[in-house]
């Protein structure tokens, strides 16, 4: 054989570059290869960012510095697999950072990345691609585009990946997108909800639980809750509950089952299945507070509706709801306490509720956490509003002291609702004094500070509720609680303005309080307010009446005018017409003035000065009189002002309260003048059987005591204001008692014919007209015209004549009686 000749190997060609192994240290160099237009090159430099990358934040930084995202952008759709998976992979890991995520957005890389979902891609490209948009889709416009480019439908079929990592990757991003509303909507109709049941059996915990959430957000809306219900979804939700390994997703379950709760077809659903009373059994017998409290919320969100509340009725979660309510965790103690706030708009729980649930709530109002405070106040207040049966077992056990002391709280509301169940259980007599016997009206002086509205205007609703006894008024009056009221007069809050207006109506039903009122400048703010048409209404107006009626002088200053039902008693004085916007004096002030020769007061005190020491001495409330102070007063009157009186007393209005001027500091000038034309009228006139014939002979009794008779072309010459000025001088001061005067013009026989009339039964008006005019008017019935017997007219108006034929009774509307008002 011959011997074989070794073939030499042929030299590569000369434009072919040998194979170069480069072994990189910096991320600078790696970042420029990726600008090669070799395929090895390029995967190699993206697998070594990715590692570098999954190291740290700052390493992300550091590459966002160099440039890499926008080359990498480019490499997400390059035509090599690898080359292209490796790139999202960089892109995935590194939008974690906010930067990161920021320059994403501006490169709008949304949609190269939706396109790389599609079912023939490798499951890593689905893996990085679906984190990538879940890191951006907590940003709104990233969901906007997401949304518009069609991200949705992908995401959602990949819920079935066989990988773990895109179904978490892909259901974050959806349970991401679908806090927008319109994703909401949207995901239902690509029929989200399969998926969703069956990633609820998964091996991954992270998994269920985001489907849960998920499943929490789209469930809000009714269309999500049907396709729920028809899925059979709320078979799975009470499997989770009642499986104690998946205790962990109990909390965000009964989210869930809170929402389906809320419709009434799906409810009606689980109690025929027999699930609602499962749930309600399982959240009796649980112990773990955040289910506890999640239950009681899930309640108070379902019982807003009311066929809602029939149903959880008719399966008794009162039991359950006052189970709650012994457990030691605050937080659950505030959530079942609203829950049966919720459900007290159905009447068989608000009879359930009360009849166990009330005493565990008043024991909550000692708390010492405010918000647990609050709540159980709230419950109470629902409780017994129109509920006689459940404000009296608030009563009996015991919760007035406390709902009292609950006034002083922190918080607005919990004031707000503690003013309103002692405002409800005002409505029994027997509460409303026990409630008075615990200062309430001390108490609401605070809250009537409040700059809260809502506080103010249930506090004057409270003082309207509780002012209506006189003990009460007093109580205000003394605790500085009127200042308040009358500063709620000024609110802007048309419901405080009325709720004011209102308490000052009834505060306003004795007269030291109405004074007290004026004083403080409630009357003043009532006429303004009753100017304003847009401010004023039925109860400001009712609140003027009131507070001028029993502050007669002020209302007679004013209006010019006392009707027949405004009794004039001791205290009452005329100082004449006051002009706009002038202050009202009281009489002490005026007693303090020097004498003047403007137009002297005119009082009225028919009490004797000598038994003043002697009612001192039985009896010594406030210088203001306080209800009942009338009788005891009387009491220590001596003999002689007793047999003077009797027959008076039985005639005068028991309930027009009196002044308690003896007990002032400054002591008024009594008036014994005036005393015997009382006791005189009531022996002479009372007798007499007609109305007509008692105004007659008074008209003529006020006038032999007031000067006689004048004719009319000599009333210039009748000089009684030197007689006045007189008196003014012997007295040394401008008040003069009505009983000294002798010579009286018509406005003093006027008031002294109002006031004997008062005293002994006669109804009749006081009117005051210009240049010292004033009048009375009386309603008479005339006799039935002849030939026809017991026919019944109706009462005319008269005005008496005082001055020239005493005794006479003008029509009202006649030339003379115009002639009488005018001369």
């Not at 990358?53 to 890499?68: C, R």
């Not at 709760?261 to 507070?289: A, F, M, R, Y």
């Not at 409290?293 to 008794?316: G, M, V």
């Not at 005293?759 to 008006?765: A, F, L, M, N, T």
Request: hydrophobic content about 40%; overall charge negative; charged content about 25%.
């Amino acid at each position: 054989m011959g011997k074989k000749v070794k073939k030499e190997a042929e030299p590569p060609p000369k434009d072919v570059f040998d194979p170069l192994l480069i072994e990189s240290k910096t991320p600078e160099t790696v970042v420029l290869m990726l600008s090669s237009p070799e395929t090895e090159v390029l995967t190699k430099a993206c697998d070594a960012l990715y590692k570098f990358a999954s190291k740290d934040d700052e390493n992300k930084v550091i590459l966002l510095g160099l440039g890499a995202l926008e080359h990498l952008y480019k490499l997400i759709s390059h035509e090599d697999p690898i080359v292209r998976r490796n790139a999202i992979m960089v892109f995935g890991i590194m939008a974690s950072n906010h930067d990161v995520k920021k320059l994403l957005r501006e490169l709008d890389v949304t949609n190269p990345l939706i396109s790389q979902l599609a079912p023939e891609e490798d499951v890593v490209i689905h893996e990085f691609a679906t984190l990538c948009l879940a890191h951006m889709a907590v940003e709104c416009t990233t969901k906007v585009k997401i949304f518009e480019q069609g991200g949705l439908e992908p995401l959602i079929r990949l819920l079935g990946s066989p990988d773990p990592d895109v179904q978490k990757n892909s259901l974050e991003c959806i349970y991401l997108l679908v806090q927008d509303f319109q994703n909401r909507a949207a995901v239902s109709e690509l029929n989200v909800i399969p998926p969703l049941l069956e990633l609820l059996e998964s091996e991954y915990p992270v998994i269920q639980l985001l489907a849960l959430q998920t499943l929490e957000v789209i469930s809000k809306d009714r269309e999500t809750r049907i396709i729920l219900g028809e899925k059979n979804g709320l078979d799975c939700l009470l499997k989770i509950l009642e499986t104690d390994e998946l205790s962990d997703l109990h909390v965000i379950t009964l989210a869930v089952l809170g929402n389906c709760l809320e419709d009434v077809h799906i409810l009606q659903l689980i109690q025929q299945t027999g699930g609602l009373k499962k749930l309600l059994s399982l959240l009796g017998v649980s112990t773990v507070p955040d289910i506890q409290k999640n239950a009681a919320k899930t309640i108070t969100k379902a019982a807003c509706d009311s066929e809602i509340r029939k149903i959880l009725n008719e399966e008794e979660v009162e039991k359950c709801l006052l189970k709650l309510l012994e457990t030691d965790n605050y937080e659950v103690k505030v959530a079942a306490s609203q829950a049966i706030s919720a459900m007290c708009e159905n009447a068989d729980s608000k009879c359930a509720l009360g009849l166990q649930g009330i005493p565990q709530l008043v024991q909550l109002l000692s708390s010492d956490n405010e918000e647990v405070k609050e709540a159980a106040v709230t419950a109470l207040a629902s409780l017994t509003e129109a509920s006689r049966s459940n404000a009296s077992a608030v009563a009996e056990a015991e919760g007035i002291e406390p709902l009292v002391n609950t006034l002083s709280a922190q918080r607005d509301g919990t004031i707000v609702n503690a003013v309103t169940v002692l405002t409800n259980l005002a409505m029994q007599e027997s509460s409303r004094v026990s409630i008075q016997s615990h200062g309430i009206m001390s108490a609401l002086v605070e809250p009537l500070h409040s700059i809260n509205s809502q506080v103010q205007s249930k506090a004057a609703f409270a003082v309207a509720a509780f002012g209506c006894d006189a003990v009460a008024r007093t109580e205000l009056r003394n605790a500085g609680g009127l200042g308040a009221l009358v500063e709620l007069l000024h609110s802007k809050n048309d419901e405080v303005r009325r709720n004011a207006c209102w308490a000052v109506t009834v505060c306003a039903s004795d007269e030291p309080t109405a004074v007290e009122l004026c004083r403080l400048g409630a009357l003043d703010i009532l006429e303004e307010i009753n100017l304003s048409t847009q401010r004023k209404n039925k109860f400001s107006e009712a609140a003027l009446e009131k507070l001028l009626d029993n502050n007669l002088s002020q209302k007679y200053s004013r209006l010019g005018y006392l009707s027949s039902s405004n009794i004039i008693t001791n205290g009452f004085y005329d100082c004449g017409q006051i002009k706009p916007g002038a202050k009202f004096l009281s009489l002490e002030e005026l007693s303090m003035q020097e004498l003047t020769d403007r137009r002297a007061i005119i009082f009225i005190n028919a009490k004797s000065q000598e038994d003043l020491p002697v009612e001192k001495a039985q009896d010594s409330p406030p210088p203001i009189s306080k209800p009942g102070s009338k009788e005891k007063a009387r009491k220590g009157k001596g003999k002689k002002e007793e047999e003077k009186a009797k027959e008076v007393t039985d005639i005068t209005p028991k309930d027009q309260e009196e002044i308690n001027l003896e007990n002032s500091l400054w002591l008024p000038p009594s008036d014994i003048i005036l005393m015997d034309y009382i006791n005189d009228a009531s022996k002479t006139i009372l007798p007499l059987t007609t109305t007509r014939e008692q105004v007659v002979a008074l008209a003529q009794f006020v006038a032999d005591r007031m000067g006689g008779s004048i004719e009319r072309d000599k009333l210039h010459d009748f000089s009684w204001e030197l007689h006045i000025s007189e008196i003014e001088f012997e007295l040394k001061c401008n008040i003069v008692p009505i009983g000294k005067i002798k010579k009286g013009t018509f406005y003093h026989r006027a008031l002294l014919f109002k006031v004997i009339a008062d005293r002994i039964g006669i109804g009749c008006s006081l009117v005051r007209g210009s240049y010292n005019r004033a009048w009375n008017e009386v309603k008479l019935v005339d006799d039935s015209p002849k030939g026809i017997a017991g026919l019944l007219l109706p009462p005319q108006e008269y005005i008496v004549d005082l001055m020239f034929e005493p005794g006479f009774l003008i029509k009202q509307g006649s030339a003379k009686a115009d002639q009488y008002k005018r001369i």
